[in-house]
């Protein structure tokens, strides 16, 4: 008689099939009760522990004892020609059966019942096309589909429903980002950016792009001084996968050392391609260090070289701790999804991860600016480079607006003020640019000269504030403000044309400009703008003695005169 | 594969693994089909090819102009003459000269650009809709009647030399691909720089510039492509009426001949000695735009290095953390085009991270790829396809291309994506056999400290060198 004819006859296989069974089934129950009624986060895992424990027990008292008409007696012990184990055994299927029903039924109901058991957000009425979306846009009115709701963790979620294509793009905005920073960390924020992908306690670094790809997904990731943006896109059919993995990343990140010092190379090589081997952006790092002398937006986004060195897995625990919790992070999710949805599977997967206390407030003010500050950058150039920049306001601040439509009337374009007089008429510069920061605390307007040659950086500085003074003087002509509101009217078509362009706007006003809703209140905000208005804003801000002007050229060669 | 943690669905990940299997393809990107929308298509008399589609989703129109020519019609040792041409057409036309077109534009918030590449010079534009009829006069004021003022050639000729320099400064890894293409292409119009070198910039005179234009500019080199929130009758007619009278150009389109099989084994040292960092481009021949296995070459691509978790990323950035990035790019123009590999790397690593993209290149070639890749690769190419036909301007993008190359759009684009699913491990094995180069096909093109690097670079082949000041990117007289 071989073991396993055995094992048949004492029907220890039935029992083992049957304990398996009604495990899965009990694990079920315990992750349906958890996400349902709050239990903590590690119940099935208890569950699934207590089962496996309980599995061997099961067995050799399966395979020790046995049923008879008198109760439970030990097989050794039984008559074979009286055992009634085919009886014990009919039960067993019966039972197994009867399992395989009870399973069935609950993984159909699971796919039933969740949307009642939670109650979900109020459907939107009829799903409108995207011109009705577009016009309601432009009349100012919040498209009737956008839905927004805060867990009880306080996670913020944005969901703007929009079938087009069969693809979803998702953000979620942590506040986190260089203002957050000081001597010692700088660049962590971005450092951190990177071991978002790098690993859990679920999965193996690697494992999440992995498994994001194999799905259909792409991703990336932007720091900046403010804010922390994690950025997917993927078909439809990945949106589960995709909320189990961000929400695994969001709960259960590892620091590894080894993957903390391959990464370490990552970010050096990053910083050595955008700063040390790029003179613009050399020079763009020595602005922000210049401009700013209290306020942390002074500090590089990537870090300083002697940080990225030195930060230590202590440091990163402790900022993800702090910053990467719900209740600083906004989450946008655009494309071919409901409401509804989106609501249940931000409440199974986000919903079990713990607020924290919210991070301490960024304290310093930027004094004000009493006099125009200069430095130098003497480098190795066949193009010398003028930056200048103006201190200005924060996102928020009332002149933000102004401000922007400013900028595309003087370095917007081919037929902006400063690229026709510096440009065109005067071939002082090559290129010109601008670039406004929109952030929590008050940032920089920022213009980007490349010169040509032989051109003498003080001249085209020169040349450069005779127009700013112009502006401030006479400011802008009706026909300019037109064009400068036009352009800014483009863009805002140009953003709603795409599910990104979409999720990352939604995003930018939530967190920036005091609501989603803002977005749409855009175009009538700027037709409400008056010559009045920019000139002001531009008094204001385009003083010399609020500017700061950096420079970087070839060293003065002693033979060169 | 199926060592999966991690919960992708509703049902916990113990009962996952047992009931379910791996989870991994959860989705399979089964709807990711694309059916191309339907576009009018009409031929006019002198040769002008008209698409016209409908998108209604937003008031926005986009417009894309292409000429046949391009770079490759530049004249030897004037490259860059195309591409001034182009950027001439942006400074002034019809009664506007530069000034007055650029305010034409940006005054109500339309773009428009036009640039040369290899084969053809593209006009692209986007409008509000509402501006249509502005955007066409600019666009055949453009064609018909520029001005390419000699004052206007003289200020742009310049600045182009100076977007070289200023490139060299700040963003030297933006010239690997002209260096590489110089080295690669070895005197084929392929090689030419697009934008021109400093040196081939002072050979172009204002008179080259009219020949273009009388030569390699008409009628029978264009086509028109509109998607919009437009009608596609008025469209049509308002078409028709702009460029119905084109001529055409003076010169015929000759075909351009095959690259000559590339000698390997070379290497292209350019001297930054101020460079804390090593770029490197290793690569060979590739494949024209007909290959016959597309999907299967997509797959391999995306696999060896298109994508985060390509084998060249994973090993030169995930694993050991020597780049920011690593990948492989497949140029597939009307003749044969090029396969790429690039990168870049602290100076002292430079050796450690090239051998390791060559060993890379070797595992490909000697394993191939499993079914788990295969699958992973078709749902990554799958999933981001919709994604490229979401806007007017790709869509009027997507319909001229396909013009432009011949491509019929049913079998191109919307048999795509059962194409990919019908790929396997053994075509994609056939495919890296005949497409991804042996070792002794390879040229190398290396930009960084040559002080540092001179030496160990001369390992991979017989140098030839340039300094970054250079005036010119490659080492052929006579094409620049």
């Not at chain 1, 220890?12 to 089934?25: D, E, Q, T």
């Not at chain 1, 905005?173 to 306690?201: D, K």
């Not at chain 1, 855009?522 to 008094?539: C, F, K, N, Q, T």
């Not at chain 2, 113990?14 to 990107?29: E, I, N």
Request: proline share 6%; glycine share 8%.
């Amino acid at each position: 008689m071989s073991l396993y004819s055995e094992l048949r006859r004492r029907n220890v296989l039935k029992v083992a099939s049957l304990y398996v069974l009604a495990g899965l089934l009990i694990v079920w129950l315990t992750w349906v009760a958890r996400t349902q009624l709050g239990l903590p986060p590690w119940a099935e895992e208890f569950a699934v522990v207590l089962l496996l424990v309980g599995f061997p027990v099961a067995i050799i008292f399966a395979w020790v004892y046995e049923i008879t008409p008198s109760g439970l007696k030990k097989a050794i012990e039984v008559d074979q020609t009286q055992s009634i184990v085919f009886k014990t055994g009919q039960k067993l299927n019966a039972a197994l059966i009867v399992t395989v029903g009870l399973a069935v039924v609950a993984m159909v109901a699971d796919q039933l019942l969740p949307d009642l058991a939670v109650p979900p957000p109020p459907e939107p009425p009829a799903e409108p096309t995207v011109a009705d979306v577009a016009d309601a846009a432009l009349g100012g009115d919040v498209p009737g589909e956008i839905v927004s709701f805060t867990l009880g963790n306080g996670l913020r979620v944005i969901v703007w429903p929009d079938n087009d294509i069969p693809n979803v793009a998702m953000y979620n905005f942590v506040r986190a980002g260089g203002r957050n920073e000081y001597p010692g960390i700088t660049g962590l924020s971005h450092f951190f950016e990177h071991m978002m992908f790098n690993g859990t306690s679920r999965l193996e670094p690697g494992e999440f792009d992995r498994i994001m790809e194999a799905n259909g997904g792409a991703n990336n990731a932007y720091t900046s001084s403010d804010v922390t943006v994690y950025q997917d896109w993927f078909p439809r059919s990945a949106l589960e996968v995709i909320f189990g993995l961000e929400s695994d990343r969001f709960a259960n990140l590892a620091f590894d050392d080894d993957v903390i010092e391959s990464e370490r190379g990552v970010v050096q090589s990053e910083r050595r391609s955008r700063v040390d081997n790029d003179n613009t952006g050399r020079l763009f790092e020595q602005m922000f260090a210049s401009a700013f002398i209290a306020h942390p937006y002074q500090f590089p986004v990537i870090g300083w070289p002697s940080d990225i060195a030195a930060w230590t897995k202590d440091d990163l625990e402790t900022f993800y701790r702090r910053y990467y919790a719900p209740n600083n992070c906004t989450l946008i999710v655009v494309g071919d999804v409901t409401a509804a949805e989106i609501y249940q599977l931000t409440q199974n997967y986000f919903g079990p991860i713990p607020p924290q206390d919210p991070p301490a407030p960024v304290r310093t003010v930027e004094p004000p600016q009493t006099g125009e500050r200069r430095f130098v950058i003497e480098t190795e150039a066949q193009t010398p480079l003028l930056h200048i920049a103006f201190h200005a306001g924060s996102a928020a601040d009332p002149d933000t607006l102004p401000l922007e439509l400013l900028l595309n009337v003087l370095a917007e374009g081919d037929s902006s003020r400063l690229h026709q007089r510096l440009v065109e008429r005067e071939s002082l510069a090559i290129s010109i640019g601008s670039y406004q920061q929109r952030g929590f605390d008050p940032g920089l307007i920022y213009f980007y000269m490349t010169l040509t040659p032989e051109t003498d950086p003080a001249s085209a500085e020169a040349v450069f504030f005779e127009e700013l003074a112009a502006i401030v003087a006479d400011g802008v002509s009706d026909a300019e403000l037109r064009k400068a509101k036009n352009i800014l009217l483009a863009d805002h078509w140009r953003n709603l044309a795409t599910i990104d362009g979409k999720a990352e706007a939604l995003g930018e006003h939530e967190v920036f400009a005091g609501g989603y809703e803002s977005l749409f209140e855009r175009p009538g905000s700027v037709e409400a703008l008056s010559v009045d208005a920019l000139r002001e804003a531009a008094a204001r801000v385009f003083r010399r003695g609020n500017a700061t002007i950096g420079v970087l050229r070839s060293p003065a060669s002693e033979d060169e005169s | 594969m199926n060592s999966l943690r991690l919960r992708p669905s509703k049902v916990p990940a113990v009962l996952t693994a047992v009931v379910l299997g791996s989870l991994l393809f959860a989705g399979s990107a089964r709807a990711q089909s694309v059916s191309l929308p339907e576009a009018s298509r009409e031929q006019l008399d002198n040769g002008v090819v008209l698409l016209v589609n409908e998108k209604h989703e937003v008031p926005l129109v986009g417009i894309e102009l292409v000429l046949r020519g391009g770079g490759v019609r530049d004249a030897e040792g004037k490259a860059g003459t195309a591409s001034l041409y182009a950027g001439l057409l942006e400074r002034g036309a019809g009664a506007r000269d530069a000034a007055a077109f650029a305010e034409a534009i940006e005054s109500v918030g339309g773009r428009l650009s036009a640039s040369a590449e290899r084969e053809r010079i593209r006009i692209s534009a986007e409008f509000l809709a509402r501006d249509f009829p502005l955007a066409l006069e600019l666009l055949h004021d453009m064609l018909s009647a520029p001005t390419l003022a000699e004052t206007e050639f003289d200020t742009l000729r310049e600045r182009q030399s100076n977007f070289i320099l200023a490139a060299k400064d700040s963003d030297p890894g933006a010239l690997m691909p002209t260096y590489a293409a110089g080295f690669l292409f070895a005197g084929h119009a392929y090689g030419y720089p697009l934008a021109g070198s400093e040196n081939s910039l002072g050979s172009i005179s204002h008179a080259d510039v009219l020949d273009y234009h009388a030569n390699e500019v008409g009628g029978d080199r264009l086509i028109v492509s509109v998607s919009g929130n437009i009608d596609t009758e008025e469209v049509l007619a308002q078409l028709r009426q702009a460029f119905g009278d084109l001529a055409p150009a003076g010169r015929e389109l000759v075909e351009l001949p095959e690259p000559a099989r590339a000698v390997g084994q070379r290497v292209l040292l350019i001297d930054k000695p101020d460079a804390t960092q090593t770029y490197f481009w290793i690569g060979s021949l590739g494949v024209a735009i007909d290959y016959p296995e597309r999907p299967a070459l997509d797959i391999a691509n995306t696999l060896f290095g298109g994508r985060f978790t390509s084998m060249l990323n994973t090993a030169l950035r995930v694993e050991s953390g020597l780049t920011y990035g690593a990948r492989s790019v497949l140029i597939r123009p009307s003749k044969t085009g090029s396969l790429g590999i690039s990168s870049y790397t602290r100076t002292d690593a430079s050796v450690e991270a090239i051998d390791m993209a060559l060993g890379v290149l070797r595992k490909l070639r000697s394993e191939g790829i499993d079914d788990d890749m295969l699958r992973s690769a078709q749902n990554y190419l799958l999933g981001d396809f919709p994604t490229r036909f979401e806007t007017a301007r790709q869509l009027a993008r997507q319909f001229a291309m396909l013009e432009f190359y011949g491509l019929d759009g049913t079998t191109y684009i919307d048999a795509y994506a059962d194409a990919l699913r019908a790929v396997t491990t053994e075509s994609v094995a056939r495919v890296v056999a005949s497409v991804y180069p042996a070792e002794d096909e390879l040229v190398f093109v290396i930009l960084g400290d040559a002080a540092a690097i001179r030496e160990d670079m001369s390992r991979y082949g017989p140098l030839q060198e340039l300094s970054i000041t250079d005036p010119v990117f490659t080492t052929f007289a006579t094409v620049e």
